[in-house]
């Protein structure tokens, strides 16, 4: 006994004992199918049940003005017909023909036999249409595996295009040297074509303040000095951060882009606003960029430790006396300029300064950076207790060197180092004068600005002969 499952058949025929006949050799299939003997029952029955094949005899394929084969359902082949006919019937097939039928059952043979092969067709047809389905399904699938694998190439392309691009900015940077690494920042982003405009922070842990630096160029905006609520021990923290954002967007817009650069901690020591091409840096890689910075950042950092241990510029005031007595006593030459700089103005201000103290601590610290910012450790330096510093100068670079340091005393903010506001109402500033190499020089402390050795004005006056000094 063969069965189908979930298989509807209806039959249509004329007499009752046609009827019997086919519903009989269906029963050996595990069939019950539906009866009909008109059309009209038959009509309303496919509008309402699935039927999957439909047994018609021949002769009732026409019934008054109702033709079968107009049934929609007919005509869109959604059900199967099949004409059953004997051959006394067999000329009513011709009409058959130009319908749409799946196949025909001679009722003068053995029933059970036709319908095998109808159903081994039907099962060999629903497999085939299964595995076309499956095939077809497969195939958007592997569509879809194929397009998000297209897609994922685009977007690997993409990122590494990115990426390449990131590294060819990250190179355009350089490393290094003896240079000021914020001078280098600047010169590198002037000359990034994706960055429009930028400014820059710095915390200055002597005076606990973010500090924009001076104009550095053409693309450099700067911002104003902001005054942390708490001590930034260590790096600036995410509330300076925020503070510097909000800040920046007078000068710089809304669509401020952070970078920020870390030491060796991973603490942030400067941070970088700007305005970028956006629109063209969609996929850049800015961690990249963060990291490359900071990594440069501490090497520049280790290079000043490294200059400032095996090239000993700052000398014990010991030291010192023993080299000018040393050159007293032999009546010897010295093959360095010795310049000196007072603090008898600033002393005297501090001294006027009742309620508010000035950190000396600090403030020599913070001449010892800058000195070896300026210099690398090429010039040599004393400080003389807290009236005054003397330096030791090549003489092959002298000029050049008092006119920087000249510069440099001339635009420190003193203020920053006293622990009040204050007022600078008269002019305190420190000037580089030409020295002897004697002890006196390291007595006296009340040196005349209007004496001819003082070169506060020297780029503009000619340059002085310099080995006829310290003789």
Known sequence: ??????????????????????????????????????????????????????VVDVKKMTEGKIQLASHPKIKDGLIKVVYFYQNSTKLLLKSAYKTHYYGQINGDV???AQFKLLFQRFNSETHLKDHINFLENKIKNNEKVANQKIDGLATAKKNFEAFLYTEKICSAFGEVGNDSFINKL???????????????????????????????????????????????????????????????????GKKTRLICIDDVAGQTQIIVL????????????????????????????AIKLVEKYENPHELVLDDLIGIFEDIELTNGSFHQVVAKVS?????????????????????????????????GGRIEFCFNGLNSLILLIDKENAQDDINQLNSFFNKTEYWNFFTKDV?????????????????????????????????YQSSTRPIINFSSLNQ
């Not at 046609?18 to 009866?35: A, Q, R, V, W």
């Not at 911002?223 to 930034?232: A, I, S, W």
């Not at 580089?432 to 600005?449: F, H, P």
């Open 1 to 54: 006994m063969h069965s189908i499952e979930k298989f509807n058949i209806a039959i249509l025929t004329e007499k009752i004992k046609d009827t019997k006949i086919i519903s009989d050799s269906l029963k050996n299939f595990g069939l019950l199918p539906h009866f009909f003997q008109s059309m009209g029952e038959l009509w309303m029955e496919l509008d309402k049940e699935q039927i999957d094949l439909l």
């Open 274 to 301: 700007g305005s970028f091409t956006e629109n063209k840096l969609k996929s850049f890689q800015w961690g990249l960029l963060e990291m490359k910075l900071s990594l440069e950042f501490i090497k520049s950092q």
């Open 186 to 252: 600047g010169s590198f982003l002037d000359r990034w074509q994706g960055c429009e405009f930028y400014s820059i922070y710095q915390l200055d842990k002597t005076t606990q303040k973010l500090q924009s630096p001076r104009n550095l160029s053409k693309k450099f905006r700067k911002l104003p000095q902001l005054n942390p609520p708490h001590k930034q021990s260590r790096g600036i923290s995410r509330q300076c951060i925020d503070m510097a954002i909000e800040v920046s967007f007078d000068t710089l």
């Open 110 to 112: 053995d029933l059970e």
């Open 343 to 375: 603090f008898a103005k600033l002393n005297k201000f501090i001294g006027q300064e009742i309620d508010n103290k000035f950190l000396w601590t600090d403030f020599r610290q913070y001449l010892r950076d800058k000195l070896l910012d300026l210099f």
């Open 423 to 455: 007022l600078l109402s008269s002019n305190i500033t420190p000037r580089v004068q030409i020295a002897k190499a004697n002890i006196e020089t390291l007595l006296n402390d009340n040196i005349n600005d209007t004496e001819n050795n003082d070169l």
